[in-house]
């Protein structure tokens, strides 16, 4: 087997939102969680390598994002992607620029560009600056991220204090005029110096114009939303066998430890259309050992499992969670949930279900991990960004979609099943 196209994306949830844009278009991926072991063995035009390196140190994301080189190189990639946030999450030390330049280096070549731009998601860039729907990058909330704050919007300037090379822009203008006006000004650009470029766009057209002046580099780095025009570089349309995964079946479940707006309404409209669901009081792991808490919860759920979608959540409102973090600890409240969550993923697994959300960003982590899956096939897309995916655990097939916070219509818990 051999893949066109290797990416590298720094988080997991946006490996997703990569994979997902990448099968819409026509490819068939596969998103693996950190560097596999093993060979991929199924028939793919993708591979989405997710790391988890956007927040570590420089030398630690360099040395995780060239061992993914050399593994996507090796499953044949003709060209590399890396993945980054759509907002560029970064700060003066990286990671977007030294990986980028590292990744140049391992592969030999001396041109690149940068876009974050999805205007899809409200990302859009002009003239160099990056625009969060209608603000501009530095005077969206990202300027207070507590890990990332962005408070320049000008990417030139951003990427330039990251990187060695220089950083130059190919305008609007440029864009505009399509991919043998982009591909001169790339030339030009090298010509002066320039290694790196931030590519201007506002319209999915624009990204649709950018792609094909793309098709030679060897190394394409942004957001997902750059993602779209890649497949016809390489002779592929949007198709629906691209996202054709293997028949649904077993029980189904959800399992949901995000407090996001969007999945609390999920939450209520779940409820409200009579589904079965069990709330996980997280005070009670003040009283009780984990062993005790799960065995409650499957015990509950098992003669349920036959009747339709169960759905196991800690989802509660800001109040009840400040309560609980004053309790436990903001901390030790997250992942001591999270792990209880990942069990209770595991063991309804185990009690039949092959069909299973889950929501929640760090809680689809903690799934993930508890059920040892280290690779999925992306299938078709529930809601914008949310994919279902098939999944191998312990020789058994289990569809699964994991979903961050704040995505997915109100009626998603519903919705999702009847997607398979
Ligand atoms: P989201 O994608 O919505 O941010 P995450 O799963 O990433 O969801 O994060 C939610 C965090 O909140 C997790 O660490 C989870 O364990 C924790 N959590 C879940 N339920 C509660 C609760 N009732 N009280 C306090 N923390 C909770």
């Known amino acids: 087997m051999s893949i066109l196209l290797g990416c590298i994306a720094d988080d997991f949830t946006g490996a997703t939102d990569l994979a997902n844009n990448l099968v819409r278009n026509g490819m068939r991926v596969s998103q693996t969680i950190g560097i596999p072991q093993h060979n991929l063995n199924s028939e793919l035009d993708a591979v989405v390598v997710a790391l988890k390196s956007r927040n570590l140190e420089p030398e630690a994301a360099i040395a995780q994002s060239l061992e993914a080189l050399e593994y996507l190189l090796a499953q044949g990639a003709q060209q590399i992607f890396f993945k980054y946030c759509s907002t560029f999450d970064s700060t003066p030390k990286g990671n977007i620029g030294p990986v980028t330049e590292a990744l140049m280096r391992a592969l030999g070549t001396d041109f690149t560009i940068a876009t974050p731009a999805f205007p899809d998601n409200g990302r859009s860039v002009f003239k160099g600056y990056l625009f969060v729907g209608d603000q501009l990058l530095s005077e969206s909330g990202m300027r207070d991220h507590p890990l990332t704050p962005m408070t320049d919007a000008n990417l030139v300037r951003v990427m330039q204090a990251q990187c060695q090379h220089q950083v130059g822009l190919i305008e609007y203008q440029t864009v505009l005029a399509g ?51 890649l497949p016809a570089n390489f002779g592929l349309r949007a198709h629906p066998a691209s996202s054709k995964l293997p028949p649904a079946s077993g029980y189904q479940a959800i399992v949901s430890g995000s407090c996001s707006q969007a999945t609390n309404l999920q939450v209520k409209s779940f409820k409200s259309s009579g589904g079965e669901m069990y709330a996980v009081n997280p005070l009670t792991l003040n ?37 609980v973090q004053s309790q436990l600890g903001v901390q030790a409240a997250g992942s001591a949930i999270e792990n209880l969550l990942g069990l209770v993923a595991k063991g309804l697994v185990a009690l039949g279900v092959r069909q299973l959300l889950v929501a929640g960003g760090e809680t689809s982590g903690a799934c993930v991990k508890a059920l040892g899956i280290d690779q999925m096939q992306i299938g078709q897309q529930i809601d914008p960004g949310v994919p279902w995916c098939y999944a191998e655990v312990q020789n ?17 818990f519903t919705n999702a099943f009847s997607k398979l």
């Not at 790339?186 to 002046?213: E, F, G, Q, W």
């Not at 979608?309 to 969670?321: E, N, R, W």
């Not at 569809?399 to 704040?406: D, P, Q």
């Open 179 to 229: 991919a043998d006006a982009i591909s001169s000004r790339i030339t030009h650009l090298k010509a002066s110096n320039a290694k790196i470029a931030i590519v201007d766009a506002v319209t999915n057209d624009d990204l649709y114009r950018i792609a094909p002046a793309l098709k030679d580099l060897p190394l394409i780095t942004g957001g997902s939303g750059i993602a779209i025009g």
């Open 287 to 323: 009283e009780k050992s984990v062993e005790q808490i799960l065995q409650e919860i499957l015990t509950w759920a098992e003669p349920r499992l036959s009747r339709g979608p169960v759905l196991i959540y800690s989802s509660a409102s800001p109040d009840q969670v400040k309560e």
């Open 396 to 412: 058994r097939p289990l569809h699964i979609a994991l979903k961050s916070g704040n995505f997915g219509a109100a009626d998603f």
